[in-house]
């Protein structure tokens, strides 16, 4: 994140977002990548983000010479190097679920295997599009929310990765992750939309619970229900991860029997009530959609977008999009939250080391308001860009 203003700082070396990773069919899985893996795996078990990265930079490709890795998991690593000490500790938590989630545990191979089972159960055959099986395992994997669920808490993922593999280091620098182990899952309504918190109704209990506004509601409305954990930090609750929107009933459901929220979801598996495939993303410090963040994004965009574009041109519309959101004060037709939207925008991987050379003494007004309206790590990203400008005058 922002260093001194007298030398350009590398780019990053997250090109995920030009970047699609591609499965091998099942019976050409790339077994000279498996070293590699277990090599990340274990940099990341140590909080160390940036050999990881040195890793999958040596590594880029697999056997069938296309990029290899998930780009999420590499924007998450690369978040973590370029945030630094603005890195919120609750992210290192997250960051843990993440690694709970594709470690290889031979102790979990069932746990694995039901999971997988469960989620792809509910998914209407049309959902499950890939180049084979495998692919298609590999998506549910990534984005499927009961996957999730299921591998990382009800099965014990995060358990045993607490246990068994997570360092003393890792676990030191997370907020309170502990006791994330026992989040239940809860129904939710959601009451309003500010720009740094929202407002939800537990329908189990009726009390009021606020969370910070990383962008758990972008496409809900007030009246809206959702079911998430929601997990203890050193600032308050917030959730674990990206909730799931269900119709009124579901939620009614699960209120009533937050044990039974499997069962639940059965019931309207297969209907147009039950859309699992939204964890698009790679969700560290954020809980904006990938695919909505840029959808948010391409007003600001040129157009045409040039061929070879980098990440000064995504800079560039991400500074437009802030500085028209603060000026405006979010205010527009757009059923869309802005304000989580900027957020992500600002704290992208391949928009973050751009900011601070491309703004100057005419940001700084916008730059305040975001500062003292976006939660933190986004606001506190604004004011040391602040800062760093006020320096340089």
């Known amino acids: 994140m922002p260093k001194s203003r007298g030398r350009r700082p590398k780019k990053s070396r997250n090109r995920s977002h030009q970047q699609r990773r591609r499965r091998l069919p099942s019976d050409q899985l790339d077994l000279r990548m498996l070293p590699v893996l277990q090599a990340v795996d274990e940099a990341e078990t ?22 290899f890795w998930n780009p999420h998991r590499v924007a998450r690593l ?14 290192t938590s997250r960051w ?5 989630l594709i470690q290889f545990d031979p102790a979990l191979r ?11 159960e509910l998914r209407r055959p049309d959902e499950l599009v890939g180049v084979d099986a495998v ?4 998506q549910v994997m990534d984005h499927d929310w009961v996957h999730r669920q299921l591998l990382v808490y009800e099965y014990g993922g995060l358990e045993r ?13 997370a907020d309170r992750i502990e006791e994330w182990v026992t989040a239940p899952i809860r129904a939710l309504r959601l009451e309003s939309r500010e720009p740094a918190l929202l407002t939800w109704t537990d329908l189990a209990t009726g009390a009021e619970l606020e969370t910070p506004n990383l962008g758990a509601a972008v496409l809900e409305q007030p009246g809206d229900f959702a079911l998430a ?17 269900v119709v009124e009933e579901t939620a009614g459901q699960v209120a009533a029997d937050p044990g039974a929220w499997l069962d639940a979801l059965r019931s309207v598996a297969g209907t147009e009530d039950y859309f699992a495939d939204l964890v698009h993303g790679n969700f560290l410090v954020t809980d904006v959609p990938s695919d909505i963040a840029q959808l948010a994004l391409g007003a600001f965009l040129p157009s045409p977008i040039p061929r070879d574009s980098d990440g000064t041109v995504a800079a560039k519309a991400v500074i437009s999009q802030a500085r028209h959101v603060a000026t405006n004060g979010g205010a527009g037709p757009d059923p869309l939250d802005p304000w989580p939207c900027v957020a992500a925008g600002l704290l992208a991987p391949y928009v973050l080391p751009d900011l601070e050379w491309l703004l100057g003494p005419a940001d700084h007004a916008w730059l305040a308001v975001l500062g003292d309206t976006l939660p933190d790590p986004a606001g506190r990203v604004c004011r040391v860009l602040l800062a760093d400008l006020d320096d340089a005058a």
């Open 46 to 67: 140590r909080g160390d983000a940036t050999g990881a990265l040195e890793i999958v930079q040596m590594h880029p490709v697999g056997s069938d010479g296309r990029f």
């Open 78 to 91: 690369a978040q973590v190097e370029q945030l630094g000490p603005l890195l919120p500790r609750w992210a």
């Open 96 to 100: 843990i679920l993440e690694q709970s």
């Open 110 to 120: 069932g746990a694995r295997q039901e999971a997988m089972r469960v989620a792809i």
């Open 135 to 138: 692919d298609v395992q590999t």
């Open 161 to 173: 990765f607490l246990h068994a593999w997570a360092t003393p280091d890792l676990v030191a620098g």
């Open 229 to 245: 954990r929601v997990v203890p930090t050193e600032g308050g609750p917030m959730f674990d991860g990206v909730p799931l929107g």
